[in-house]
């Protein structure tokens, strides 16, 4: 994976209605022209753009569209590891979400493409050992990913993607919690508020309550 951009080198932005975690994969379909020369660009000289979430807007630009945009000041580099061109003025990457940053004043360039220098890079999640209260979390996603990988064995010809992506890190409460996120079709803001969290070990901790609450996932009972 690239290196950091210089933090006072405009960084190109894609606002989505979405959140991309360090660690996860985006797939993305690019058609506007203001997207087609940006990442054509960052694909030819192996740099990322950044990810942040839409707070206010459309995805896509529409002619006569004057409503305004407004996006998350914190957001994540999406790193390009796969680009396709299937036909003409249509470009489909796929990309690995890394580093955490804070934007300085963002600036909306005339053709519609916004950038900014970044005014903070966000300190990397540390490696936090899962603890054994939270153990069943881990075994849950465990789970879904065997059954998972069962189903693509079952349908090899199916085209099926796994919920999850190797490498595995089930013992990083970090990694553990931003897999556990981009899962449970949590609302944007939601997911913007557990993206931005500091400490990976209260983040999984808030996942295991939302499991508890929406989907009755319980720890086992003392033995």
């Known amino acids: 994976m690239s290196s950091l951009p210089p933090a006072d080198e405009a960084l190109p932005l894609f606002p989505l209605q979405t959140v991309l975690f360090p660690g996860g994969w985006l797939p993305l379909q690019i058609f506007e022209v203001r997207y087609l020369d940006m990442i054509g660009q960052c694909h030819r000289e192996g740099r990322p753009f950044g990810v942040v979430s839409l707070l206010q ?24 590891v796969g680009l396709e061109r299937p036909q003409p003025g249509l470009m489909v990457i796929r990309c690995e979400g890394g580093q955490r940053f804070r934007l300085a004043t963002p600036q909306r360039l005339k053709h519609g493409l916004w950038v900014a220098p970044v005014a903070e890079w966000l300190p990397a999640d540390p490696l936090v050992a899962v603890p054994d209260d939270l153990l069943h979390v881990q075994r849950a996603l465990q789970t879904l990913v065997a059954q998972g990988e069962a189903e693509v064995q079952r349908q090899p010809q199916a085209g099926l993607e796994l919920p999850v992506r190797q490498p595995y890190q089930w013992h990083d409460a970090g990694w553990l ?47």
């Open 177 to 223: 919690a931003n897999r556990w996120c981009e899962l449970l079709g949590l609302p944007a803001a939601q997911m913007q508020q557990l993206m931005s969290l500091e400490s990976p070990l209260l983040r999984l901790e808030l996942v295991a309550d939302l499991l508890e609450r929406d989907h009755g996932l319980t720890p086992p009972a003392p033995q």
């Open 57 to 80: 807007g459309q995805e896509v630009q529409r002619a006569g569209d004057s409503a305004p945009e407004a996006f998350q000041p914190v957001g994540t580099l999406a790193h390009i």
